[in-house]
């Protein structure tokens, strides 16, 4: 069984031991080792069941640190680290010769960030190295926005599990590269693109095919749930075509009435987005663990923080 403490001293005496723990941010709660340990990045890599090409987020402690990690850094990498960090951007830039090949998977960039999170903030600051840590969900699962979804997770894997309450932005971190010095999209996230615009101008998203994303984490089938899920844009026609099962619905803003629905999740009855992406796992957490047919969930609007729902109900959707 792990333990759940707000324990910052045990946090520290576990990592200094090469340990794996989970610890909380602004996003998702993370699986937190030291980057310089071989043995707590292997850790890292068997407990989450994640393929070694697929490398891991650097948290740093603060904007200054960043060379420490990160060499050649754009203008509009500074301005963004600036603007938003702490905060839930994460950027990948070409890497500091430290920084081990089992983090950054053999690339010769690394992707960095600083959490928002109060309790880790105050854990970086007393660790003499950066964390690595991935999403603290098995491969291609939820991601957890509270530290009981970790524990349902890893009961036995996970020494500790820092708890943060739940993540004030509840969907992981926006990821830019740059090509040429100029930012590209690489995962929509809980900054909104907008945002990210307004302070360095118009950001290219990059045009992969499935099998090969910019960043390898963005599989077309992510962040599912074991039941099936079906994106939809008529909920009310979807309800009638399924009667005769036990159906769950997640949607923005209206309240849907059925004989098949056994459980529903209104995002945010005010209609913000804000509110809906906070809200969006620990819900489809909910609604997975219900024993349903199936699990409808309703297309968001195309814009701001939608865009990102809209993303990550594709890919949960996704057979
Ligand atoms: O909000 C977040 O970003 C959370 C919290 C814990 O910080 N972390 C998170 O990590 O979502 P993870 O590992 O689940 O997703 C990180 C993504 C993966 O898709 C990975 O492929 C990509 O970042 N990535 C990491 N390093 C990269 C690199 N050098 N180049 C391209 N993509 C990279
Ligand atoms: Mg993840």
Same mark, same amino acid.
């Given at each position: 069984?792990?333990?759940?403490?707000?324990?910052?001293?045990?946090?520290?005496?576990?990592?200094?031991?090469?340990?794996?723990?989970?610890?909380?941010?602004?996003?998702?709660?993370?699986?937190?080792?030291?980057?310089?340990?071989?043995?707590?990045?292997?850790?890292?890599?068997?407990?989450?069941?994640?393929?070694?090409?697929?490398?891991?987020?650097?948290?740093?402690?603060?904007?200054?640190?960043?060379?420490?990690?990160?060499?050649?850094?754009?203008?509009?990498?500074?301005?963004?680290? #600036?603007?938003?960090?702490?905060?839930?951007?994460?950027?990948?830039?070409?890497?500091?010769?430290?920084?081990?090949?089992?983090?950054?998977?053999?690339?010769?960039?690394?992707?960095?960030?600083?959490?928002?999170?109060?309790?880790?903030?105050?854990?970086?600051?007393?660790?003499?190295?950066?964390?690595?840590?991935?999403?603290?969900?098995?491969?291609?699962?939820?991601?957890?926005?509270?530290?009981?979804?970790?524990?349902?997770?890893?009961?036995?894997?996970?020494?500790?599990?820092?708890?943060?309450?739940?993540?004030?932005?509840?969907?992981?971190?926006?990821?830019?590269?740059?090509?040429?010095?100029?930012?590209?999209?690489?995962?929509?996230?809980?900054? #909104?693109?907008?945002?990210?615009?307004?302070?360095?101008?118009?950001?290219?998203?990059?045009?992969?095919?499935?099998?090969?994303?910019?960043?390898?984490?963005?599989?077309?089938?992510?962040?599912?749930?074991?039941?099936?899920?079906?994106?939809?844009? #008529?909920?009310?026609?979807?309800?009638?075509?399924?009667?005769?099962?036990?159906?769950?619905?997640?949607?923005?803003?209206?309240?849907?009435?059925?004989?098949?629905?056994?459980?529903?999740?209104?995002?945010?009855?005010?209609?913000?987005?804000?509110?809906?992406?906070?809200?969006?796992?620990?819900?489809?957490?909910?609604?997975?663990?219900?024993?349903?047919?199936?699990?409808?969930?309703?297309?968001?609007?195309?814009?701001?923080?939608?865009?990102?729902?809209?993303?990550?109900?594709?890919?949960?959707?996704?057979?």
């Amino acid at each position: 069984m792990n333990s759940i403490s707000k324990s910052i001293p045990e946090a520290i005496a576990l990592l200094n031991q090469e340990e794996v723990i989970a610890i909380p941010t602004e996003t998702v709660y993370g699986l937190a080792g030291n980057i310089f340990s071989p043995k707590a990045i292997a850790s890292i890599f068997s407990i989450k069941k994640r393929p070694t090409f697929n490398p891991l987020i650097v948290h740093l402690k603060s904007v200054e640190s960043l060379p420490q990690v990160a060499r050649e850094i754009p203008i509009k990498a500074a301005q963004l680290a #600036a603007t938003f960090w702490p905060g839930p951007l994460t950027m990948v830039l070409k890497k500091q010769s430290n920084v081990p090949d089992l983090v950054t998977a053999g690339k010769d960039t690394v992707a960095v960030r600083v959490p928002n999170h109060e309790l880790t903030l105050a854990l970086l600051e007393q660790l003499d190295f950066p964390l690595a840590a991935p999403s603290a969900n098995p491969f291609g699962s939820i991601s957890p926005t509270q530290a009981s979804h970790v524990a349902q997770y890893f009961q036995e894997e996970v020494p500790l599990i820092l708890d943060g309450g739940s993540c004030q932005k509840g969907i992981e971190s926006t990821i830019i590269g740059f090509e040429n010095d100029e930012p590209v999209l690489y995962r929509l996230g809980s900054l #909104a693109l907008e945002d990210i615009e307004a302070v360095v101008g118009p950001v290219a998203v990059h045009n992969y095919n499935e099998k090969a994303p910019p960043a390898p984490g963005m599989l077309a089938r992510h962040y599912a749930p074991a039941t099936t899920t079906q994106l939809t844009t #008529a909920m009310s026609l979807d309800l009638d075509q399924n009667l005769k099962l036990r159906v769950g619905v997640l949607s923005f803003s209206t309240n849907y009435q059925s004989d098949c629905i056994v459980a529903q999740e209104v995002l945010s009855k005010s209609g913000s987005l804000a509110e809906a992406s906070s809200r969006l796992y620990a819900a489809l957490h909910r609604l997975d663990s219900q024993e349903l047919d199936l699990i409808l969930v309703e297309r968001f609007p195309d814009i701001g923080l939608g865009k990102t729902i809209n993303d990550r109900l594709k890919r949960a959707a996704k057979k």
